[in-house]
């Protein structure tokens, strides 16, 4: 490897762009000349990822100490604001549950109710025609009392 390419005291970025052939001639641009790059516009030769992230903690590390400490309070502000919205998305579902299940309770209930009436009505008719039955009245008059058909009556003449 050519260290001496790439330690030339050259100001243009350009000059060492067309010495770049691997991705180690690209670290040994960035950490010798990391001064002439700027993230936002990096040549495409040293536009990876991973030089921008080290450009940006570069920058970071050359903070004075307020910036630092203006960069730190950001920071935990972000992480409050983040942690913030996770709690009230949290409560949120946690409410929407709730509300879901409540909703689903009262429809269940209201379903159940409706199901069990008709069965009781069910119940009540067939009680009827077994009656009926019982006191030997004619097919016709049961079933234009009850409303039941002629197979359900066939079928409560066997149980009886």
């Known amino acids: 490897m050519e260290l001496k390419k790439f330690i030339e005291s050259h100001t243009d970025l350009s000059t060492y762009i067309s010495k770049i052939k691997s991705t180690l001639d690209m670290w040994v641009a960035f950490l010798t000349r990391h001064d ?11 536009g990876a990822e991973e030089v921008k992230k080290a450009l940006e903690v570069l920058e970071i590390m050359n903070f004075s100490q307020d910036e630092r400490e203006a960069y730190d309070n950001h920071l935990k502000w972000l992480m409050i604001e983040a942690n913030t919205l996770k709690k009230y998305e949290e409560k949120g579902k946690a409410i929407g ?22 069965e009781g ?40």
């Open 36 to 46: 002439l790059l700027k993230g936002k516009r990096l040549p495409k030769k040293l």
């Open 97 to 118: 549950m709730a509300e879901g299940k409540a909703i689903g309770i009262a429809e269940g209930k209201a379903i159940g109710i409706a199901e069990g009436m008709e």
């Open 121 to 160: 009505k069910s119940q009540g008719i067939e009680s009827v025609a077994i009656a009926m039955i019982e006191q030997q009245l004619p097919d016709a008059l049961i079933l234009s009392v009850t409303g039941i058909s002629k197979a359900r009556l066939a079928s409560l003449r066997s149980k009886t």
